[in-house]
């Protein structure tokens, strides 16, 4: 089992920044692949970014791409998620995720999750 806790959230005004982590235990983070996702009021869950298992490979959603940045310290078992530029658009509670298959998020077929947390941009 491996137990997901995200931090990092708040409020920020448009065009600021934030950075989220993501602390894992119960397990090596070194064995799984690392994505964050997020859902905003009143739509679905939306694919953000992943990591690889190493941090050799990353994929991002055509939304963040060139404002967000997925990073991990397998040391200290932490996966990161840099938000630059920030949008209105970007409201939403972001959730971190763990699956032994770089390819699963994609699809958000992850194994495990973290409860989440709140990032509100105003305008």
């Known amino acids: 089992q491996v137990q997901l806790v995200e931090s990092g959230g708040g409020l920020v005004q448009a065009g600021g920044s934030l950075r989220l982590s993501c602390a894992a235990s119960?397990?090596?983070?070194?064995?799984?692949?690392m994505g964050w996702f997020r859902q905003a009021p009143g739509k679905e869950r939306e694919f953000v970014a992943v990591?690889?298992?190493?941090?050799?490979?990353?994929n991002y959603a055509d939304s963040v791409k060139g404002r967000f940045t997925i990073s991990r310290d397998n040391a200290k078992n932490t996966a990161y998620l840099q938000m630059n530029s920030l949008k209105p658009e970007d409201t939403a509670t972001y959730y971190c995720a763990a699956d032994s298959r770089y390819t699963s998020a994609r699809t958000q077929n992850m194994n495990y999750w973290g409860k989440g947390t709140l990032v509100t941009v105003s305008s």
């Open positions: 990591i690889s298992n190493s941090g050799t490979n990353t």
């Open positions: 119960g397990r090596a983070l070194s064995a799984y692949s």
